[in-house]
């Protein structure tokens, strides 16, 4: 019997995360509704005005799923942290990276996909034409994955400190806004007509960068609250 | 020379060395900053596009570029305590993070004076000061993070990752101005082209930025001294409580 | 020198106020931080002493 491989492990993590996931649908599915509420919030808040709606849509949009995003990160760490699995996964011969990589696409999956999929229908309500929907959940779809990696860092930073839901906030807030400046403004730039292939790239240079750099950093950070 | 400078990574070492160190650095940054304020406030001419408002970029921009560069060396010592398991290198980034939070405020405030009479509005959101504001809260995240937990180790190391983590703003907040090219001015002083600035101008500027580095290598030193003091009394503390109070587990 | 009179100087050229709020707040600023750490730095330690 030959020892499980990196990519062996990858998986079973994504598919453990998953499954426990699914075994609790309306936790997974508590961020998705938030994001609706909120997002349905705003044209009873600023008036039901078609043109104001369609210049604000973009940026609410995306705000209100960096927070659906910031909702879910408590639970990335906290159940393994609780029952031992965690100590586990960092003693164990497979690189901590490549695990965490596993545990954030699975965080993806389960906040980011339905955000995206949802995505067009928000826009609608906002009044967005056709493309610039295709460019928002285009957006979303580069940029989200960067939300995870990115927001995985501060959970695991913050893993059992007291008032961490907090916290986590004020920690990954912050990062998140180069994202929201290139989502929103991908959004944008297609209304205005100006074409979004700058910022669409630009999202995609932040989702490389993360994905370089954060899965040390989370590994770094979870290293130090288990010691 | 013969001078054994690792000695000095020890706390207890440290300690003398940065209560002798202190009052050079104070006098320096108080002849400094006498001299460029004297220079800038009654020697330099005025600006033909700006007024005399432009006197304000003499703390506006010190005070932006010691918050900056202070973020950027708070990051350093995090990284080199977490690479050598240096003590003293973790007291350093608890130690300046408070007076690079504090020069952050003050780049925001002074900026926002001068923008009133020059741009006519307080606040704009442009990228160079929209990431001024995102270091502000950095700052702000690696204290919090660190007054949060409570094991000393662990919250050292912990508010380093994330200061390093957010070193990569830092260099946004630079290039901002050429990557999105917005209402704010053009950098006055940049490397390539030389200055656009009168000379007096300049070095009323870099005098005070310089007056500012060192009233901040007091202040560090000081508040390291502080921790220092703090840090062993908590030890002696923990030695000298022969019989440890029963711990709550939750 | 540059200015001519004392009151042309306080006035800034009309921008005294936004000049001169910018000047006594920083310094403001520094004092306080001296301040804080010379009660921190005694505080700590009249603490210190206290135990040896």
């Not at chain 2, 460029?36 to 432009?54: C, H, N, R």
């Amino acid at each position: 019997m030959t020892r499980p491989g990196m990519w062996d492990a990858l998986c079973g993590v994504v598919r453990r995360d998953l499954l426990l996931a699914m075994r609790r649908r309306s936790d997974a599915a508590m961020p998705v509704f938030f994001l609706v509420i909120v997002a349905s919030l705003f044209p009873l808040g600023v008036g039901p005005e078609p043109a104001v709606l369609r210049t604000i849509g973009p940026g609410v949009l995306w705000v209100a799923a960096l927070l659906a995003c910031l909702l879910s990160l408590g639970r990335v760490f906290t159940a393994d942290y609780l029952d031992g699995v965690l100590e586990q996964m960092v003693l164990i011969a497979q690189p901590l990276p490549v695990l965490v990589v596993g545990k954030v696409f699975a965080h993806w999956v389960i906040a980011g996909v339905p955000v995206v999929l949802l995505s067009p229908l928000l826009g609608m309500q906002f009044g967005l034409d056709g493309e610039a929907v295709a460019v928002l959940a285009l957006s979303l779809l580069l940029g989200t994955p960067t939300l995870s990696m990115i927001g995985t860092i501060g959970a695991a930073l913050v893993l059992g400190v007291r008032g961490s839901g907090l916290l986590v906030a004020l920690l990954v807030l912050p990062l998140y806004v180069p994202v929201l400046i290139f989502g929103a403004g991908a959004v944008a730039s297609s209304l205005a007509g100006v074409g979004a292939e700058a910022n669409l790239s630009l999202l995609g240079a932040c989702l490389v960068l993360s994905l370089f750099f954060a899965p040390w950093a989370t590994a770094a950070a979870l290293r130090i609250a288990l010691e | 020379m013969g001078i054994n400078w690792l000695k000095y990574s020890a706390p207890q070492a440290f300690y003398p060395l940065a209560g002798k160190l202190i009052p050079w650095f104070s006098i320096v940054a108080a002849l400094a900053i006498a001299v460029g304020l004297y220079i800038g406030l009654l020697v330099a001419p005025t600006d033909f596009q700006q007024g005399e408002s432009y006197r304000i970029i003499f703390v506006h921009v010190p005070a932006a570029w010691m918050s900056m560069f202070l973020y950027v060396v708070m990051a350093l010592w995090a990284g080199f305590g977490m690479g050598l398991n240096a003590r003293l290198s973790f007291m350093m980034a608890q130690a300046i993070a408070p007076t690079g939070a504090m020069f952050t405020f003050l780049a925001l405030l002074t900026g926002a004076m001068w923008g009133k009479p020059t741009w006519g509005a307080w606040w704009v959101w442009d990228a160079r000061l929209t990431s001024e504001l995102i270091l502000l809260f950095q700052y702000a995240g690696v204290m919090l993070l660190r007054t949060s937990i409570d094991d000393l180790r662990r919250a050292d190391r912990a508010s380093g990752v994330f200061a390093l983590v957010g070193v990569v703003n830092v260099p946004i907040i630079y290039f901002s101005v050429k990557w999105w090219n917005t209402l704010h001015q053009g950098a006055s002083v940049s490397m390539t082209g030389g200055s656009k600035m009168a000379a007096t101008m300049l070095t009323a500027m870099l005098l005070m930025t310089f007056g500012f580095w060192m009233y901040s290598m007091a202040v560090i030193l000081s508040r390291s001294r502080c921790v220092i003091l703090e840090r062993e009394q908590l030890l002696s503390w923990n030695k000298s409580a022969s019989t440890p109070e029963p711990v709550e587990v939750r | 020198m540059y200015w001519g009179s004392m009151s042309e100087f306080w006035a800034m050229g009309g921008y005294g106020l936004y000049v001169w709020t910018s000047y006594i707040v920083t310094a403001l600023c520094l004092v306080w931080e001296v301040l804080a750490l010379w009660r921190r730095r005694a505080a700590a330690a009249a603490e210190n002493r206290g135990l040896l």
